[in-house]
Each structure stands twice: as structure tokens, then as C-alpha cells.
């Protein structure tokens, strides 16, 4: 438990926060980085370098600060980040390392503006954040190990097939080597690949949805090819170009709270625009499976025919189930976007809403959901990159 005196000063350094929190994390991944290059197996560059990362990680350091007196507000956030660090294999000695940057940052930022009261104050707060995660993560790794055919953090698997699903996204089918059983995942979790690509001076770790119902014997990943020459292109194009059958790649274990509520039998409506599709289906597969009687609405966006992944499954799967729609808007051929117009028609009443989708288009989407009178506890969503806060307001 934090002190009165240390709650009072952190509480004052929240408009600071504000006004310089980009600014101290910008400093701490540079120092912390240059002093401990191994962690750039850990950090995704591209996040880094555009800057993603800082303002993830300044948007947290300001809502610890705000929340100070009260973290269970944060918990949902704590949950969604120690649910990252599960799929990256965070360990906790690297916690330390992370307290030590970041008060050096402070300190190196605010200048004499950050008395030794006020360091002193962040590093009891820190050391308190800090156990937090550090006994959330372990008690996440010790369940997965405990979980029938579960492991650690990664493990060796073999893609045993590739499926071109649209002119940019492929799926890739992955089985453990040692042939244990797969444990259970949600629909709707996430797996990290860890890759050693040839002339990458260290390993990149990337997370994608698992775009299939499970089936305990096989994972299923649908992977958007991104342009070459742009850095978030590496791992992407290393996996549509490079690997092929029988290549061997490292896993981490399912992870994320982005996923659907299994044993709710109300009605659902999914939401996808591009690659965001791809935990829609592991979602989609589920209820035909589960419960085919669920009533469910599948609202996707894409560019074109051409790049719309998995058509011809979502028609079966809509046929096959007894109360579903399933609708399809192609922008470049003249049917515009998912407009609020489009939602108030199609999205079921009373329903729990799950979108996701590149970060545009859920911010307008959910900005809509919100305007119609959506109840924001009914919407979820899962954006890709860090942990970035949306834009949500009406503008």
C-alpha cells in the first residue's frame, strides 16, 4: 500500500504528466535501450520508431499517476498489457531494469523540477505497479503450463500448410513439432511469432489473431502482406515470401482479452474492415459450431473482391447457421463504407458488438456505435500495434 504523502505527490505530477509524459518516454526507451540493446528482441522496432510505443507507454505512466488512489480503474488495462507480455515473454528481472530508465527519464526530463521527494514517490509507486504485473504475468505463465499440451512462452512449430486467402492475406497453418495436443483458446486471442529473419541483427516478435474455431490439433494464422520497402514489412513479407511448408518457426501460447463470450447465447454482431477480419472468424466458426441458433451479424469492410479474405467460407458459415446476416461492403466498387446509416440498419439490437480493424476505421466505427446509443460496455474492440488510446470523441 502507498503512503498518503506518496499518493498527494504522485497526484501532483498528473499535469506534468500530461504536458511531458511523450517526452519521458521518448528519453526512457533511448537510454534503456542503447544500455540494454538485448531488449530490442523484445520491443517491436517499427512501434519504436514511429513513435507508437512512447505514446502508448506515456498514455499508462499518465493513468497509473490519475488512478493513483484507486488502480483498480486501471485493472482492464493492467489485464490487456500483462496479456501482451504473456505473448512476449516478459520476464520479471526485466522489471528493475524498466523502474531504473524510467526514473532516470523523469528526473532527466523535468530537471530540477524533480525534487527527490517526487522521485522518490515514483519509485515506491513504480515498485508497487511493478508487483502488480509481475504477479499477474507469473500466475498467466503458470496456468499455460498447466493447461493440457500448454508451455511457457515459445515453443518450435511447423507450418504444415499455406492457403492464399486474397491477393494480400494468406493463411498459415501451424502444428507443434513435438506433436502434443493444442491447448484451448478463446476466439478471438492472439499468437506471437518469434523470427530470426537472415540479416536482422535481432529476432522480431509480432502477434496475429488465430483466424479459426479450435480444433485442438492445429493453429491458424491469416497474415495481410505488407509492402516491402516499409519497415513494418519485414516479418510479413519474411512469411508470404521465405517460409513455406515445413518451415519451422517459434510460438508463444494464446493470449488477449479481445474475445468472444462463449457462453452468452444473446445476440452478437461482428464488425471487421480489412485483415481486422481475422479474429471475426475464429469468433464466426465458434458460434456455427457451438451455437448455430445464436442470433449473429457479420458487417465487414474491404477494399474489393480481390482482397476480401475468406468469401466463400463467410457465405457457407451464414447459410449454415439459423439466424445470421452476414453483409459485405466493397469501397472501391461503389458500395462507400460502413457508415452510421449502415450500423443503425444492420447491427442487432440489444447485441454485444465486437469490431476490429485498422485504427481509422474503428475509431469512426465505434464513434458511431457510441452516437447511435450503444452502451460502451456492449462494444470490444482490438486495434493493432500498442496499446494507442483511440480517438473516440464525436468530433
Known amino acids: 500500500m502507498l503512503s498518503q504523502d506518496t499518493i498527494k505527490i504522485i497526484k501532483s505530477t498528473v499535469p506534468v504528466l500530461e504536458q511531458h509524459g511523450k517526452a519521458i518516454t521518448t528519453v526512457f526507451y533511448k537510454n534503456m535501450l542503447e544500455a540494454h540493446p538485448e531488449l530490442l528482441n523484445v520491443f517491436n522496432s517499427v512501434n519504436q520508431s514511429q513513435g507508437r510505443q512512447q505514446a502508448a507507454l506515456a498514455n499508462t505512466v499518465y493513468a497509473a499517476a490519475a488512478n493513483i488512489d484507486n488502480l483498480a480503474a486501471i485493472l482492464p488495462t493492467v489485464f490487456q498489457i500483462a496479456h501482451k507480455h504473456k505473448s512476449l515473454g516478459i520476464t520479471k528481472d526485466q522489471y528493475p531494469i524498466v523502474g531504473y530508465y524510467l526514473l532516470g527519464a523523469i528526473k532527466e526530463v523535468l ?7 517526487i522521485i522518490a514517490a515514483w519509485g515506491e509507486a513504480y515498485a508497487v505497479i511493478a508487483d502488480v504485473f509481475i504477479n499477474m504475468e507469473d500466475e498467466m505463465y503458470a496456468d499455460a503450463e498447466q493447461m493440457d499440451g500448454g508451455w511457457r512462452t515459445f515453443k518450435d512449430f511447423t507450418i504444415t500448410n499455406k492457403v492464399v486467402e486474397s491477393e494480400v492475406i494468406t493463411s498459415f497453418y501451424l502444428k507443434p513439432v513435438d506433436g502434443n495436443k493444442l491447448p484451448s483458446y478463446k476466439p478471438g486471442q492472439y499468437i506471437s511469432l518469434r523470427i530470426k529473419i537472415p540479416g536482422e541483427k535481432n529476432t522480431l516478435i ?10 485442438g490439433e492445429e493453429y491458424r494464422i491469416s497474415v495481410k ?12 513479407c519474411h512469411l508470404h515470401n521465405q517460409l513455406v511448408v515445413g518451415s519451422t518457426i517459434e510460438v508463444s501460447i494464446p493470449a488477449g482479452v479481445f474475445h468472444l463470450d462463449v457462453e452468452n447465447t444473446k445476440p452478437v454482431t461482428l464488425i471487421s474492415g480489412g485483415v481486422g477480419i481475422t479474429p471475426m472468424m475464429s469468433m464466426y466458426e465458434t458460434i456455427a459450431k457451438e451455437t448455430p441458433n445464436r442470433p449473429v451479424a457479420f458487417l465487414h469492410s474491404a477494399r474489393s473482391r480481390s482482397y476480401h479474405a475468406f468469401g466463400d467460407t463467410l457465405l457457407k458459415l451464414n447459410a449454415s447457421l439459423t439466424n445470421s446476416n452476414y453483409a459485405v461492403l466493397y469501397s472501391e466498387e461503389g458500395d462507400g463504407f ?7 440498419t444492420n447491427v442487432l439490437e440489444g447485441s454485444d458488438i465486437y469490431v476490429c480493424g485498422p485504427t481509422p476505421f474503428m475509431q469512426s466505427v465505434i464513434r458511431d456505435l457510441y452516437a447511435l446509443g450503444m452502451p460502451e460496455d456492449k462494444v470490444h474492440f482490438e486495434f493493432f500495434g500498442p496499446a494507442v488510446q483511440l480517438e473516440l470523441v464525436e468530433a
Do not use: C, H, M
Open 111 to 117: 530537471g530540477d523540477a524533480a525534487t527527490p521527494e
Open 206 to 215: 509480432r502477434q496475429y489473431s488465430l483466424s479459426q474455431a479450435e480444433n
Open 338 to 344: 460502413i457508415t452510421r446509416e449502415f450500423l443503425a
Open 225 to 236: 502482406r505488407e509492402q516491402d520497402f516499409e519497415p513494418n514489412g519485414k516479418v510479413s
